[in-house]
């Protein structure tokens, strides 16, 4: 799934929008006092989209996304991110909304940092570095692992972006990235990991069954947002539903570079 956020307190949205003679009307929950919904669709090639207000935020949801509720019932995101915190390379622990504060970013989730999927997601974004560089766009990926597993995925992928691990989880779960059996083993992962294999990528298996994967039982999904600067700036945000769940490339590069 796909989203897009805006801090604006009024929204905009990229499709057009039909006109209609009702007014909007406010739905009120009493189990999110802060939180009302505009009632106002806009209809465009099956895409549907969403207004959320709440503290100043505003969420646009593209249609086939299954986990929107789940957002929704996340709560502010920008807030749940406030509180975590990642480290570098060198164990250094930092605010991981600091990794945008300053500057805009392309950041990946990986499943973990054994994945064979993750490698090839990280090729992926590399692959687009020169564009990104040209548009003052950072590029990082963040996996659920320790810092030497970070490290050893650094070193054995060579990847061109900033590196940093979630020994917690605690952004999976802020961002409320799906995790299970049946989101791992799914025919469309099966497959993709044969072409990912004929293309030559590998599945680091010391990495796959360390502690700090298997603990979790490796069933995590990631995801991939674009964020800042701001710290509550996050514009767009991908859920994968699945393993190996790549967004296109070109709705990434919408989002951060258009």
Known sequence: MAATLSASPTYSSAAPQR???QSPRVFYNSSHRNLLFNSSFSHCNNTVKLSLKRAGIVV???SDSP???SYVESGNIADLLDS????DLNGNGI???DLWKDRKAVVAFARHFGCVFCRKRADYLASKKDLLDASGVALVLIGP???DQAKAFSEQTKFQGEVYADPAHSSYEALNFVSGFTTTFTPKAGLKIIELYMEGYRQDWNLSFQKDTVSRGGWQQG???VAGPGKNNISY???DKEAGDDPDIQEILKACCS
Request: glycine letters at 16%; hydrophobic letters at 45%.
């Open 67 to 69: 986990g929107i509720g």
């Open 19 to 21: 006109k209609s003679s």
């Open 145 to 147: 692992g320790s810092i």
């Open 223 to 225: 995801g991939i947002i």
């Open 60 to 62: 646009s949801a593209v």
């Open 237 to 239: 945000i991908h859920k």
């Open 84 to 87: 975590v915190k990642v480290f």
């Open 95 to 97: 605010p991981i909304s």
